[in-house]
């Protein structure tokens, strides 16, 4: 007899019921959690009927691993229900196992009704397989009912995880120089791969080179001539304002003036500018601060790749280093022109499967549709879409590949059952269902939809028992059984 609980699977094999006479009950208990043997607590076989006292009969350890054997003495004859009473101390729950009628030596009793009907479990299916309890306690193992579901309509195509439009930088040196690092005592000073970065933050600093090779007598010349050039017009303008006073001259002429002296002022700047590079230079790139030009991160990111080395000589539009965002995100799913053309408003939701078959899943409220491209890509076939995550999931990082499945407003009913239940029988797909506890029957589906880790199928019924981890090993079970391997166990 098989039954199950919410917390237990019990699967006894009991004598002869006959009153006053000792039957063996061989209980293996299984924790449903983890679908492992249960290795401690307490069994209890209960036979109940109305007006009767209720008879119970107790082990209170295992004789091993997961199984706990009972001596069933009953008291009366007639038809009784049978409950095994599961406590660990930690948790209790009484499970109905079916009715069972107690005969006499002449007529021995046994089952009227099982609480689980194996018949149903599998009727119609070919012949069953044994797998048996200890087998199924030693490997990744575990069922479930069979229940009727609700799975999206959805589109699948692959995808590509990649920064936003302008998510991305790349920076370059604006002038011939020296790279040097912006704090050499530091380790982290200088970019690597994976910093993380603050807008603003300086990451790179240039000692310029002075170029067509000026003489420094020249670049010295140049700012004494600007100088003076620039006292002389102060001065003559510092005259024109005291003229503007008693209006002894035009305003025009003193606002042209002081534009005037502006401009010889940069001039000023821009030769002491040159004049000190081409110093920091001759003295080997120790320049001081005034003779830096630094390059800062434009927007928060990180650092996905470094080209440049601390005193490096670089040259104007050299590549230093390239900077990612981590949020938002973009995913452009590539799909068939027809599919990509239901997608004119945001998603039901998104699933994206990786290539170690992880998998996110992402709500209608995480997910943006940012743009459909406007054309068919002529290498592939397909239309990309591209859809927005302003907060990724932990995992998801730019340059991943992965399978996506975008979610369609409508949905469909039917037998939803995870994916890791359908086994590859030679190119079919199978399942495999519970008769008892370790028998199991074979079964065709056909897949109907996919959605991420749930399938829709056609071939099942809502109530059977369903192996959804390990259908695998009893498939190599019946391997081994048709080949004339024995496959059976010894309690």
């Given at each position: 007899m098989t039954a199950f609980?919410?917390?237990?699977?019990?699967?006894?094999?009991?004598?002869?019921?006959?009153?006053?006479?000792?039957?063996?009950?061989?209980?293996?208990?299984?924790?449903?959690?983890?679908?492992?043997?249960?290795?401690?607590?307490?069994?209890?076989?209960?036979?109940?009927?109305?007006?009767?006292?209720?008879?119970?009969?107790?082990?209170?350890?295992?004789?091993?691993?997961?199984?706990?054997?009972?001596?069933?003495?009953?008291?009366?004859?007639?038809?009784?229900?049978?409950?095994?009473?599961?406590?660990?101390?930690?948790?209790?729950?009484?499970?109905?196992?079916?009715?069972?009628?107690v005969g006499t030596p002449g007529e021995p009793g046994g089952l009227v009704a099982a609480a689980f009907d194996r018949s149903a479990s599998a009727r119609g299916d070919g012949e069953p397989t044994e797998f048996g309890k200890e087998d199924q306690w030693q490997t990744t193992f575990a069922t479930a009912w069979v229940r009727v579901g609700t799975l999206a309509d959805s589109v699948r195509g692959p995808a590509t995880v990649q920064p936003p439009s302008g998510g991305e930088a790349v920076l370059t040196a604006p002038i011939d120089g020296v790279l040097q690092a912006t704090t050499p005592s530091s380790a982290s000073a200088w970019p690597h791969v994976g910093r993380s970065v603050r807008r603003g933050e300086t990451l790179f600093s240039i000692v310029p080179r002075a170029t067509g090779g000026t003489p420094l007598v020249d670049l010295e010349a140049a700012v004494t001539r600007a100088t003076a050039e620039l006292e002389t017009h102060q001065s003559r303008l510092a005259r024109l304002e005291k003229l503007l006073e008693i209006e002894a001259v035009s305003r025009r002429e003193v606002e042209e003036l002081r534009a005037e002296v502006k401009a010889r002022e940069a001039g000023l700047t821009a030769a002491r500018q040159n004049l000190s590079?081409?110093?920091?230079?001759?003295?080997?790139?120790?320049a001081g601060e005034t003779a830096l030009v630094t390059i800062d991160a434009p927007f928060p990111a990180q650092v996905a790749n470094v080209e440049v080395s601390p005193g490096e000589t670089v040259s104007a539009g050299t590549v230093l280093a390239r900077l990612v965002v981590r949020a938002p995100l973009w995913v452009v799913v590539r799909l068939p022109p027809a599919a990509a053309?239901?997608?004119?408003?945001?998603?039901?939701?998104?699933?994206?499967?990786?290539?170690?078959?992880?998998?996110?899943?992402?709500?209608?409220?995480?997910?943006?549709?940012?743009?459909?491209?406007?054309?068919v890509d002529a290498a592939t076939g397909t239309v990309g879409v591209v859809f927005a995550l302003a907060e990724p999931p932990s995992g998801l990082m730019p340059g991943l590949r992965v399978e996506a499945d975008v979610l369609l407003p409508t949905a469909r009913d039917g037998i939803v059952v995870p994916r890791d239940a359908l086994v590859d029988d030679g190119g079919i797909d199978v399942v495999y269902l519970q008769r008892d506890g370790e028998t199991f029957t074979r079964r065709e589906v056909r897949i109907l939809a996919r959605q991420g880790e749930q399938v829709l199928v056609s071939g099942l019924r809502a109530g059977e028992r369903l192996v959804v981890l390990g259908g695998a090993a009893i498939r190599r079970a019946t391997l081994l059984a048709s080949g004339g391997t024995g496959h059976g166990h010894v309690h």
């Open positions: 609980g919410e917390h237990y699977e019990v699967f006894a094999e009991i004598g002869p019921l006959v009153v006053d006479s000792p039957a063996s009950a061989h209980t293996h208990v299984t924790v449903l959690a983890d679908h492992s043997a249960l290795r401690a607590g307490r069994v209890e076989a209960l036979l109940m009927a109305p007006g009767l006292d209720e008879q119970a009969f107790v082990a209170t350890s295992p004789t091993r691993d997961g199984i706990f054997d009972l001596a069933i003495t009953p008291r009366q004859a007639g038809t009784f229900s049978l409950r095994v009473r599961v406590d660990t101390g930690d948790s209790s729950e009484t499970i109905d196992v079916g009715t069972i009628r590079h081409e110093q920091s230079a001759r003295r080997g790139g120790s053309s239901q997608l004119d408003a945001a998603p039901s939701g998104l699933l994206l499967r990786g290539a170690d078959g992880t998998v996110h899943e992402l709500p209608r409220e995480a997910v943006e549709l940012v743009a459909r491209h406007p054309e």
